[in-house]
């Protein structure tokens, strides 16, 4: 859905991450009152206080970071459950992306790709026409040399079941299992 309707003109694709961004994001859509899809999942209350929402949004961030990980929607709860179980907040930088097009990636995420070099993106979305694929462009026309990059991105049904959000996260590798994994092989080479 997002890869199909970002690509009209106009368009802006609403992922809130969080509880508190959807009144931010409707209010947003009427304010602008412009072409806007809202795509909602199952969320959480975010961990920090945003008075607005941007395109990318900084959930956590350390200068002595050695991870980033850029997460579209409310799969950054895994994420957040991750890097805090393993007591990780200093070592990972954790940025929501709520807005497609992302406008401005400029917000600190291009800056910690570039200082850490090991990039993590995490949506329930396809990996075409994703975030995965709008950040690798922008590293690119950016000559950012990257060290690890892993994109995790939903894969539909491949066991032909079907079930609730968290039981697809998990056929996916986007749960905070499978996240916490990826963390301890980055952090540890």
Same mark, same amino acid.
């Not at 412009?34 to 920090?48: D, I, Q």
């Not at 993590?120 to 396809?126: A, F, P, R, V, Y």
């Not at 922008?138 to 968290?166: C, T, V, W």
């Given at each position: 859905d997002i890869a199909c309707i970002s690509s009209l003109p106009n368009m802006t694709c609403y992922v809130p991450s969080f509880i508190e961004d959807v009144e931010i994001s409707v209010n947003e859509m009427v304010k602008i009152g412009? *072409? +806007?899809?809202?795509?909602?999942?199952?969320? $959480?209350?975010? *961990?920090?206080y945003q008075e607005n929402l941007k395109s990318i949004n900084t %959930?956590?961030? =350390?200068?002595? /970071?050695?991870?980033? &990980?850029? /997460?579209?929607? *409310?799969?950054?709860?895994?994420? &957040?459950? +991750? @890097?805090?179980?393993?007591?990780? $907040?200093?070592?990972?930088?954790?940025? =929501? %992306?709520?807005? %497609?097009?992302i406008n401005n990636f400029d917000d600190g995420l291009i800056q910690s790709i570039e200082k850490?070099?090991?990039?993590? @993106?995490?949506?329930?979305?396809?990996?075409r026409g994703g975030i995965a694929e709008m950040i690798a462009i !922008?590293?690119?026309?950016?000559? %950012?040399? @990257?060290?690890?990059? $892993? !994109?995790? =991105? /939903?894969?539909?049904?491949?066991?032909?079941?079907?079930?609730?959000?968290?039981y697809h996260q998990v056929q996916s590798g986007l749960d905070s299992e499978n996240i916490q994994r990826i963390i301890t092989g980055w952090i540890n080479n």
């Open positions: 412009k *072409p +806007a899809y809202l795509r909602l999942g199952l969320g $959480k209350n975010n *961990p920090v %959930i956590y961030y =350390s200068d002595e /970071a050695e991870i980033t &990980i850029a /997460a579209l929607g *409310p799969v950054i709860n895994n994420a &957040i459950k +991750a @890097i805090e179980t393993m007591g990780l $907040k200093n070592k990972i930088n954790l940025f =929501s %992306i709520t807005k %497609i097009p850490t070099g090991n990039l993590l @993106i995490l949506e329930e979305h396809d990996e !922008s590293i690119m026309k950016r000559n %950012i040399h @990257i060290k690890q990059f $892993k !994109s995790l =991105s /939903a894969l539909g049904y491949p066991n032909e079941l079907y079930g609730d959000q968290n």
